[in-house]
């Protein structure tokens, strides 16, 4: 608790990381490029923040998003320019998204719960790749309840349980063409019409 990062998996590494639990971390778990880790039965929640400053020899060595006024940034798991197996985590309370995808990835993202946050997965401008989403529980978050494809390519996303079965609902909290004529298209449909058993 109270890091930059919880857990960061540097360049070219693969871990199993299972069974955590990290509260108010900047950034829960954060995968950086040619990685592939699986991150399962982790339970990631955020909402406060990192309460302090980090400082080395007296001086500040990252300012914290709140002191930074960016509460929106809290992230609970940053997935960049890699490919992780991302399953029966629980995310819950991150001001920013509960999973931020950024740069060439294509995550198998299945079995999660993702509650509470502004965004349940963001898709950040520079995106490329194929993920795969599906048989998640993703419901209860602020601005867009599922999707927030910022992108323009499509991103499949069939067959998860978004806190209701009405279509027009889902269709106005997910972000895509249908918001922006910029954005990708975001395939929901067929939903799921009950939630996701997570087991952990």
Not at 95 to 116: F, K, L, M, R, W
């Amino acid at each position: 608790k109270d890091c930059k990062a919880g857990v960061i998996v540097q360049t070219g590494n693969s871990p199993t990381i299972e069974n955590n639990t990290l509260i108010n971390n900047d950034i829960g778990i954060q995968v950086n490029s040619d990685s592939s880790p699986n991150i399962r039965n982790n339970t990631i929640s955020s909402p406060n923040g990192c309460s302090q400053n980090w400082v080395y020899q007296g001086k500040p060595h990252y300012f914290t998003f709140s002191v930074l006024g960016m509460d929106h940034a809290m992230e609970g798991i940053r997935v960049i320019d890699s490919s992780s197996v991302i399953t029966k985590n629980k995310i819950s309370q991150c001001n920013g998204a509960g999973i931020s995808i950024v740069g060439n990835c294509s995550p198998s993202i299945e079995y999660n719960q993702i509650t509470d946050c502004n965004n349940g997965i963001h898709f950040l401008s520079s995106f490329t790749g194929s993920p795969e989403i599906h048989n998640n529980n993703i419901y209860n978050n602020s601005i867009f309840i599922g999707l927030d494809n910022g992108i323009t390519a499509s991103i499949d996303a069939k067959n998860n349980w978004w806190g209701t079965i009405d279509d027009v609902i889902i269709r106005d909290k997910i972000r895509d063409i249908y918001h922006s004529q910029s954005s990708g298209t975001v395939i929901y449909i067929p939903i799921l019409e009950e939630p996701v058993k997570i087991d952990s």
